[in-house]
């Protein structure tokens, strides 16, 4: 097949939306796989994706999203606990398809052995997708610059608090734009990766003391850093933020990791890999400034 057709699933999230309009902009056909008909999935169709509506746990849906399909990004939502199965079906159908390259979203502290369920459920994945021989590249990023504005956003514009239970260790964050041009270099390049698993950071490991520097500095106002005890933070997830047991039991897991120096790391792989440097913490902040101020937020 001359132009391959490229299967983008989590199309809707945080780096499938950019993954699909980064390949629609280099003049890729791109197919965007999508749990429902919304405004994400009609702004997908409006830049020039096709949409194919299904689930990951449905193989017929799967099989049909892959028709014709030789490139995919697999990317499964963190709230979900059901890793294990949907890589199954995804490797399956990607096999009989004839795909030639897979790049899979796993995560940073990816191991046998780690604390998180979750992070457990990745190590499998990546085994699955390697023993399945349909060119699976795996890349494993640290904590999103995103996680910011999602566990922080609000208390930064209402009340110049940052509640986090990160201790006093560092990680550097990472951008989902800047994940997303990885993946798109790799798909459209994958001859070399096959098989590589590249941690992907920001440019700068900082403490989350020191992100509250940047936030101030770059907001004109004091930010403070709140070190959260971690029982408090899993109370914040589930009964205020809502979010499944199964994703809290991870995101306190990490939590510990970060305290304990794990996610401490800094690549050269985003520039390596797309030929331009990672978005610095300054610049992101720059780009969301509005989400963190306080007339951000509804009276």
């Not at 949907?86 to 159908?93: E, G, L, Q, S």
């Not at 060119?135 to 995103?146: K, N, Q």
């Not at 800094?266 to 890999?273: A, I, K, N």
Request: charged share 20%; with cysteine; net charge negative.
């Amino acid at each position: 097949m001359s132009t391959p057709i490229y299967l983008v699933t989590g199309a809707a999230g945080k780096t499938g939306a950019y993954v699909v309009q980064q390949l629609l902009e280099k003049g890729h056909v791109v197919r965007a796989f999508v749990r429902k008909h919304d405004e994400r999935s009609n702004r997908l169709a409006e830049l020039g994706a096709t949409i194919a509506l299904g689930d990951f746990y449905d193989i017929a849906s799967i099989r049909k999203a892959m028709t014709d399909v030789r490139r995919v990004y697999f990317c499964y939502p963190p709230q979900g606990d059901r890793l294990v199965e949907a890589t199954t079906i995804i490797a399956a159908a990607a096999r009989d398809a004839g795909v030639e390259a897979l790049v899979n979203m796993s995560q940073l502290p990816v191991r046998e052995d780690a604390p998180s369920l979750l992070s457990r459920n990745h190590w499998q994945s990546e085994n699955i997708l390697d023993w399945a021989d349909i060119g699976a590249i795996h890349i494993r990023p640290g904590y999103f610059a995103e996680n910011l504005l999602m566990f922080g956003a609000a208390t930064i514009a209402t009340e110049g608090k940052l509640y986090l239970p990160y201790g006093d260790n560092r990680h550097a964050p990472v951008a989902s734009s800047d994940i997303a041009r990885v993946v798109v270099a790799l798909l459209t390049q994958p001859a070399l990766h096959t098989g590589q698993r590249y941690i992907l950071t920001g440019p700068k490991s900082l403490t989350i003391a020191q992100m509250a520097e940047v936030l101030s500095n770059e907001l004109g106002r004091s930010i403070e850093y709140v070190n959260l005890p971690l029982d408090d933070w899993g109370s914040i997830l589930g009964d205020r933020m809502g979010q499944p047991q199964f994703l809290v039991n991870h995101l306190k897991a990490v939590a510990i990791e970060h305290q304990e120096g794990v996610f401490n790391k800094v690549t050269d792989l985003v520039e390596r890999l797309t030929g331009q440097p990672p978005q610095s913490l300054e610049d992101f902040i720059i780009e969301h400034r509005a989400l963190l101020q306080p007339e951000s937020v509804a009276a």
